[in-house]
């Protein structure tokens, strides 16, 4: 089963798991946890206090929110992101959903916590005939390409 859980380090930090907007959305909604500042160019990773747990053979899909470029002349500098099943719980961060944000402006530009920034949206995917996956994962973010 799936489903959002708080990461250790911000259990007394007020997070609330996502919910969807509507019973016909199809993403769940992540909002910062912290107020972060993000200067012209520069990309943060803003933290969300959340990880997700899900079956093997699903991935969450994160994409931006419509209103994050529009108004605040950000995006997601990975254009979208992909939490793997075996993300949740690794040793290094527990999988904690971390959404790089990148300020495409000429001002710095603030994201005050509980702003809702990203969409994760949960995907099934399929595998060739012939997969041969690597070896496990071993640390957090960013951790598979090494």
């Not at 259990?11 to 019973?23: E, H």
């Not at 992909?82 to 530009?109: F, K, Q, R, S, T």
Request: charged share 20%; aromatic share 8%; hydrophobic share 40%.
């Amino acid at each position: 089963m799936r489903a959002f859980e708080v990461v250790t380090t911000y259990l007394d930090a007020g997070v609330v798991c996502p919910k969807r907007a509507t019973s016909r959305s199809a993403g769940y909604d992540l909002s910062a946890i912290e107020d972060v500042w993000i200067n012209p160019g520069q990309i943060v990773l803003v933290p969300t206090g959340l990880k997700v747990r899900m079956p093997d053979d699903e991935a969450l899909f994160v994409f931006p929110r419509s209103s994050l470029g529009i108004k605040k002349g950000l995006m997601m500098s990975n254009g979208v992101g992909i939490i793997d099943a075996d993300y949740y719980g690794n040793a290094d961060n527990e999988g904690h959903i971390m959404i790089p944000l990148l300020n495409i402006g000429d001002a710095p530009v603030e994201v005050k916590a509980f702003e809702r920034v990203a969409q994760g949206v949960f995907l099934a995917f399929k595998v060739t005939e012939d997969d041969r996956p690597g070896t496990s994962r071993l640390g957090g973010f960013g951790s598979s390409g090494l």
